[in-house]
């Protein structure tokens, strides 16, 4: 089980985003990474250990950015180095992606990618629903939520992602299949994680997402849900009954 910590909104993301990560230790990791839409673009660092690695590997970098997404890796397919740490570039650079899950099908969603002329840069399985995200987005003339929306449909397999885009420096696109992603609403600011730890000490309204779903999530407004196959969902708001120092106490 990996970790994924998102948000969007007007605090800087990265403090919150590491504490994030820090409070999902428990559920285990081999390697760490975090992407950051900064003024120039998406700025990702990530380094195979412990998240106070990447604590510390970030010190002298550009860090800033009130956009961003991070992620702790249980390898499946690849070694865990920083190569296949996530969060996956696109080709181009201006979409990133961390993802938990397996994609079952990758190895002839790859093969139709390359013979296209695609090169990847890592052994797993998210790179290629990254450039099969960013090669639908390109080609098809499509938003890049229905491009999400489209390459998932494509997909056999069990997966939570986000996708940024240095395009749209104010939002997330979340989506879950049998494994679980919740979205945290706080006042002009939104949160996506694992599960609700990283997020009880700053809103205790969140939703859950459905299997199937994709959650597009822009800093000031709704959040909209629909699923994989454009059906319009109503989001669903739960009160979290966790405090903060119950978590703190509980042993995480
Ligand atoms: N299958 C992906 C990988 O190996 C994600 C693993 C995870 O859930 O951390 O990179």
């Not at 559920?27 to 510390?56: C, F, H, M, P, Q």
């Not at 970098?61 to 865990?80: L, N, Q, Y």
């Not at 992602?161 to 989506?175: C, F, G, M, N, R």
């Not at 939104?190 to 959650?215: H, I």
Request: with cysteine.
């Amino acid at each position: 089980m990996c970790g994924i910590v998102a948000y969007v909104g007007h605090q800087q993301a990265y403090p919150i985003l590491i504490k994030g990560l820090r409070r999902l230790e428990y559920r285990g990791y081999d390697s760490a990474g975090v992407a950051l839409l900064g003024s120039d673009g998406i700025n990702l660092y990530k380094t195979s250990g412990k998240v106070d690695e990447l604590d510390n590997h970030v010190k002298d970098k550009d860090i800033s950015g009130t956009t961003g997404i991070a992620h702790t890796r249980w390898a499946t397919h690849g070694e865990p180095n920083t190569i296949n740490a996530h969060p996956h570039f696109s080709e181009s650079g201006n979409l990133a992606l961390i993802h938990n899950g397996i994609i079952e099908n990758y190895l002839s969603l790859k093969a139709e990618l390359e013979n296209r002329g695609y090169k990847f840069r890592s052994q797993t399985d998210t790179e290629v629903l990254m450039y099969l995200i960013e090669d639908i987005f390109k080609s098809n003339g499509l938003s890049l939520f229905e491009a999400v929306q489209m390459a998932l449909s494509q997909v056999v397999g069990a997966y939570a992602i986000v996708v940024i885009s240095k395009d749209h420096p104010d939002e997330l696109i979340a989506a879950r299949k049998s494994s679980p992603l919740v979205v945290g609403l706080g006042k002009d600011e939104m949160f996506v994680a694992s599960d609700a730890t990283p997020l009880v000490e700053y809103t205790s309204e969140v939703v859950y997402l459905n299997d199937e779903e994709v959650a597009l999530i822009r800093r000031g407004e709704k959040l909209l849900i629909r699923s994989i196959d454009n059906t319009v969902k109503s989001p669903y708001v739960h009160t979290l009954e966790m405090s903060l120092s119950a978590l703190e106490k509980g042993g995480y």
